[in-house]
C-alpha cells in the first residue's frame, strides 16, 4: 500500500458534541489514505473500531433526503421488473428507505445501529440489529437462499471485505442477484472530493478494484449504472459467475474504460489528486478570509460527515463560520466534531440574516438551491468547493 494523503488528525466524523462536552478531549485518529497497486483498492490506513462508530446513536438517516427517496423508488421498479424478488436481504437498511418499497414478507434487514433497525422493527419488517458476517448469513439464510442481496453506502464502511463476500456468496442462491452502490473513486478523484475520506468510509471503491475483489468469490459484475447520489456513486449488478442467466453488458466495459484512461490503476494519478487537495484546501481558507473581512455573515448548510474532513482538515472553525442549519433531529442544538460549530434547527434562508453559505451538504445541491431559490433570487451565495472552491 501507498499513502497519497495526509488529511491530518481528524475527530470521528458523525461524533456531535453536546454543549455539556465542549470542553472534553476528543478522541482524534490520523487520517491518511493509500493505494494498493496489486488490487486498486484505495483505502483510509488507520480505521476506527466499527462499533465506536455504528451503534444506537447513530445519526444519519437516508430518508431525510427527497434525492434518495426517489433513487431507491427508482431502484425498486428496476428490480421488481427485471429480477426475482421473492427473498431479499439488504445489508445495512438505515431507516427502511428501501425494505419499505417491498412487502414485509420477503424482505430482511440488517442493520447494526440499533436506533434504526427499531425504526423498521417496530412497522414489522424483520431485521436483525448485527453486523453481517458469515454466522449471521448462515442463521438467516438456513432454509432458503436468497434471490437478491442489496447493500447501498455500507460494504465502503465494513473493513472485513473477506468476510462480507464470503457471507454473500454463501447466502446469495446461484441464480440469485447483487446490487451494490457506493460512492465512485473516479468522480471523487475527478471533483477533488476528498471529503469522501473520513473515518467510517474506510474504501471508495473504483470499477477495476471492486471487479478485482469479487473474482476472488467467483463474483461478477454483469452492469453499472452512474449515479448522481452522494455525489457520483456507481450502482453495480453482481451474479455468481456460474450464473449465465445475464449477459455482461457494455456498460461494464466502458466504466472499466474510463478509469483506466483516468489512470485508476496507477499511484501518479493519486499524487497528483493530493496535490491539488493542498491548493483546494488554500483556496477555500482564502475565501473564507476574505469573506471574513468583509464582516459577511456566513453559514454552513448540511452538517455532514464529509464536512468534518473539511472542516478539521482546512482548520475553519466558528470564527469563519457562525453556525450549520441540518434537518436532522439528533444533530440539532450539538457541535460539529473537532471545529465544534453548532448546528441549528434548519431554517429557510434568509438574506436579511445570512450574507453566504457554506454548502456542507454539496452532494445534494440540485435538491438544496431548489429549497433555496428565493434566497438565491434575492443575491444569496454559496461557497461550494467541489470541484474546486468558489462562490456561487
Ligand atoms: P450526507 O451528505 O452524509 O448524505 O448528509 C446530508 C446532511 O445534510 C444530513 O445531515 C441532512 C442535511 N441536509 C439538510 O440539512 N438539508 C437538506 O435539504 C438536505 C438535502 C440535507
Same mark, same amino acid.
Given at each position: ?91 445495512? @437498511? ?156 457494455? @456498460? ?141
Amino acid at each position: 500500500m501507498v499513502k497519497f494523503l495526509d488529511l491530518g488528525l481528524q475527530p470521528l466524523a458523525n461524533s456531535y458534541l453536546k454543549k455539556k462536552n465542549l470542553n472534553r478531549k476528543e478522541k482524534k485518529f490520523k487520517l491518511e489514505v493509500a493505494f494498493n497497486s496489486k488490487n486498486y483498492l484505495v483505502s483510509i490506513v488507520n480505521t476506527v473500531p466499527k462499533e465506536k462508530m455504528f451503534n444506537n446513536m447513530y445519526p444519519y438517516k437516508s430518508s431525510e433526503s427527497k434525492t434518495m427517496q426517489k433513487s431507491f423508488k427508482n431502484l425498486t421498479k428496476k428490480i421488481k421488473q427485471n429480477f426475482k424478488t421473492d427473498f431479499i436481504i439488504e445489508i445495512g @437498511s438505515n431507516d427502511g428507505i428501501f425494505l419499505k418499497n417491498f412487502n414485509k414478507q420477503s424482505v430482511v434487514g440488517v442493520e447494526p445501529c440499533k436506533n434504526l433497525a427499531k425504526l423498521t422493527k417496530n412497522i414489522n419488517y424483520t431485521t436483525y440489529s448485527e453486523y453481517w458476517n458469515i454466522k449471521l448469513a448462515r442463521k438467516i439464510t438456513k432454509n432458503k437462499k436468497a434471490d437478491l442481496i442489496y447493500s447501498a453506502n455500507t460494504l465502503s464502511h465494513i473493513k472485513n471485505l473477506n468476510e462480507i463476500f464470503k457471507a454473500i456468496n454463501y447466502s446469495l442462491s446461484d441464480k440469485g442477484i447483487l446490487i451494490l452502490e457506493d460512492p465512485s473513486l473516479l468522480k471523487c478523484i475527478k471533483n477533488v472530493a476528498y471529503d469522501q475520506f473520513y473515518c467510517e468510509h474506510i474504501y471508495v471503491f473504483s470499477t477495476i478494484s471492486l471487479k478485482n475483489i469479487l473474482n476472488n468469490f467467483d463474483l461478477e459484475i454483469f452492469d453499472i449504472q452512474n449515479l448522481s447520489t452522494h455525489g457520483g456513486s456507481n450502482r453495480y449488478f453482481i451474479k455468481k459467475k456460474i450464473n449465465k442467466n445475464f449477459q455482461i453488458k457494455n @456498460s461494464v466495459k466502458n466504466e472499466v474504460k474510463k478509469e483506466i484512461k483516468f489512470g485508476l490503476q496507477k499511484i501518479s494519478t493519486f499524487k497528483k489528486f493530493a496535490k491539488k487537495v493542498k491548493k483546494s484546501k488554500i483556496k477555500l481558507l482564502n475565501i473564507f478570509k476574505k469573506l471574513k473581512k468583509k464582516k459577511l455573515n456566513i453559514i454552513g448548510y448540511g452538517a455532514t460527515a464529509k464536512s468534518c474532513t473539511i472542516l478539521n482538515y482546512c482548520k475553519i472553525g466558528d470564527k469563519f463560520i457562525d453556525y450549520f442549519y441540518d434537518t436532522t433531529s439528533y444533530k440539532i442544538n450539538r457541535y460539529l466534531p473537532g471545529s465544534k460549530i453548532l448546528i441549528k434547527k434548519y431554517k429557510k434562508l434568509n438574506k436579511k440574516n445570512v450574507d453566504i453559505v457554506f454548502l456542507g451538504a454539496w452532494n445534494f445541491k440540485e435538491e438544496i438551491f431548489k429549497k433555496e431559490k428565493d434566497f438565491i433570487k434575492k443575491g444569496g451565495k454559496f461557497i461550494i468547493h467541489i470541484p474546486t472552491p468558489k462562490i456561487i
